[in-house]
């Protein structure tokens, strides 16, 4: 029940049978590994390969939306040894797409690691899943299995003397690995604690490789491409968002779920198939791209399309498509109290910046929170961001600093009144019951 | 339960050698992470010892293998209850209930975050993001099941289905 709608199945075709449709025997009914044959037995140039890749304009799925056919590019030539990461670290408040790719269609996810680790001339892959999803670790483990018997892994692939191997690496709870050096680290047996860039790791990599890393749903769209051609697979989408994309709807709506749509459809539209607002109840705000992404007012969101240019332009970002609904219920200060806390909590302490800044945000909020907020704290808020904001290795000090400075942006008459009043504006009884968690008979 | 920290079992070890395997010869310390949690379900949390003993097997500073140990959440530092149970609180779970399932747990267990309940079956801790977010509330049982949409009804199942 992890897909609840879509206007244009490709990622998701596979879905349909939820937990009954993942196995090899299924992936190949629906085509699977069709591509990656394709691919081998007429020996395709790696330059041609990308191209294609190119053409298609798929931009990376894990936030960043950087285009994959340039990242592919990078990778050196000449290099002996070479890695694919698969960045399955899924931790983005908001973000439950990859978990359903490894659920329900992880063969998507092997074809399309198999398919860049020829492109870029890799002998072995690691896919780093996510810690908390230890039942879609286990399945990977078993799609895996089932492709190293049936010759898509391993030596000699399918005969056509490219050789590729590919491993599962289990996190277990660092939000900071899903940052790519830090993910590396990781793989690497160490803190997850992000590297200097550059060098980058198409240069410098896994184990000090080259290696190329995308997120679980850039992979998977990497069949569906070769599948249609990578100019028919722009089509789908708009000009420069080509594609479909998974977003994961959470939050105050009626059906919470993964929808897969065209790049550009209207937030109005994503709304309606995610049932809409729960209780009919008024939106209030839109996170559209997982918690580090700006929040946007509602009448902001209600005019924008779902693409990577129509939220920068709304001042946010699309980021890994996770979209979070807020309603009127909703306690703007409680939310960001939350949201900081959980940057205060995931740094992982290597830049002072970031390691002092976001527990000074953190504690800053929360005093507002609780009544004990001055009227200069929101200069001081605004004041620590601007201390953070680029000013570190990676961007997990920028992620803490987005919703401190868009929410007060958006909704500072909220924390003013906060401050003032020392009491939330939104009636503590409306926001519990906004929950849903309390229904008629309930504690 | 092996009581003996400073050692692992033949089976432990076994499942230690397929995960080294799956690294370049030259970084066993690759496997540290999935060791750890071989160890951490072997002894049912990890003392100084188990992990030193990990360290051993792979070759690499104990230190090395507890700057892992106490870097990511899910490794116990601290003895826990038989069933862990982590609740997610963050933002998107907390608009479905996240927070309200957790004091919901907290009040029939009579124990807080960080707390284990007198008969040790019990350890609640708060959770960040599972990458469950649209089955919200969830939680983690033991670190490796995933428990979703937990409304009292299913928390009360679950509560009592922990024997």
């Keep these: 029940m992890a897909l609840i709608d879509t206007i244009n199945p490709l990622l998701t075709t596979g879905w349909a049978k939820g937990d009954a449709g993942w196995s090899l025997k299924d992936y190949e009914a629906r085509g699977g590994y069709k591509q990656l044959r394709r691919v081998l037995e007429s020996r395709m140039s790696q330059d041609d390969l990308i191209a294609e890749v190119k053409k298609s304009v798929l931009r990376g799925r894990g936030g960043a939306g950087f285009p994959t056919g340039l990242k592919w590019s990078f990778m050196p030539k000449a290099a002996p040894v070479k890695y694919v990461v698969c960045n399955t670290d899924e931790g983005e408040p908001g973000t439950f797409k990859d978990r359903d790719l490894m659920r329900f269609d992880p063969h998507s996810v092997i074809e399309g690691m198999i398919i860049a680790g020829y492109a870029v001339g890799a002998k072995a892959g690691y896919n780093y899943i996510h810690g908390e999803i230890f039942e879609a670790y286990q399945r990977f483990e078993e799609a895996l299995d089932q492709a190293r018997a049936a010759g898509y892994l391993g030596d000699n692939i399918l005969g056509s003397g490219f050789s590729f191997d590919l491993f599962a690496h289990h996190g277990w709870g660092a939000y900071i690995c899903g940052e790519e050096t830090g993910l590396l680290e990781s793989i690497e047996g160490k803190k997850g604690q992000p590297r200097y860039k550059p060098p980058f790791p198409a240069n410098f990599g896994l184990y000090g490789k080259p290696t190329t890393i995308n997120n679980t749903e850039t992979f998977a769209a990497i069949p569906f491409i070769l599948g249609m051609g990578g100019e028919a697979y722009l089509n789908l989408g708009k000009p420069n968002n080509g594609g479909t994309k998974l977003f994961s709807v959470s939050g105050h709506v009626n059906r919470p779920g993964n929808f897969e749509v065209p790049m550009g459809t209207p937030f109005a539209k994503l709304l309606e198939m995610a049932g809409g607002m729960r209780g009919g109840r008024k939106l209030k705000a839109v996170i559209p791209g997982g918690s580090s992404a700006p929040v946007l007012p509602a009448n902001v969101i209600m005019d924008c399309t779902m693409d990577y240019d129509s939220i920068a332009k709304a001042g946010s970002m699309l980021g890994s498509g996770a979209v979070i609904v807020m309603d009127e219920t909703v306690c703007m200060v409680k939310a960001l109290e939350r949201l900081s806390y959980f940057y205060y909590e995931e740094s992982c302490g290597q830049c002072t910046p970031c390691r002092e800044g976001s527990g000074w945000l953190y504690r800053v909020v929360h005093r507002i929170e609780h009544g004990e907020g001055r009227p200069e704290d929101l200069d001081l808020l605004n004041r620590v961001t601007d201390n953070m904001m680029g000013k570190t290795i990676c961007a997990l000090a920028d992620a803490a600093a987005f919703p401190v400075r868009s929410f007060i942006k958006h909704f500072q008459s909220e924390f003013e009144y906060h401050i003032e009043n020392k009491k939330c504006l939104v009636d503590p009884e409306v926001q519990r019951m906004g929950s849903g968690f309390f229904k008629a008979g309930n504690v | ?163």
């Design chain 2, 1 to 163: 339960m092996n009581n003996d920290y400073e050692k692992l079992s033949p089976e432990a070890l076994r499942r230690i050698d397929r995960e080294v395997a799956k690294y370049p010869a030259d970084q066993t310390q690759s496997a540290v992470m999935a060791a750890l949690v071989i160890a951490q379900d072997e002894k049912g949390w990890l003392p100084k010892e188990t992990i030193a003993a990990v360290a051993n097997y792979l070759g690499m500073a104990p230190m090395a293998a507890y700057e892992v140990a106490s870097f990511y959440n899910m490794y116990d530092l601290h003895p826990v209850g038989k069933y862990k149970i982590t609740v997610c609180t963050n933002l998107p779970c907390a608009l479905s209930g996240g927070v309200h399932a957790a004091d919901y747990v907290k009040t029939k267990l009579g124990i807080d975050f960080n707390e284990t309940t007198a008969d040790g079956k019990f350890t609640l801790k708060e959770g960040e993001c599972m990458g469950a977010c649209g089955d919200a509330p969830v939680m983690l049982v033991n670190n490796k099941r995933m428990c979703s949409f937990m409304l009292p009804d299913e928390i009360d199942k679950l509560l009592a289905e922990c024997k």
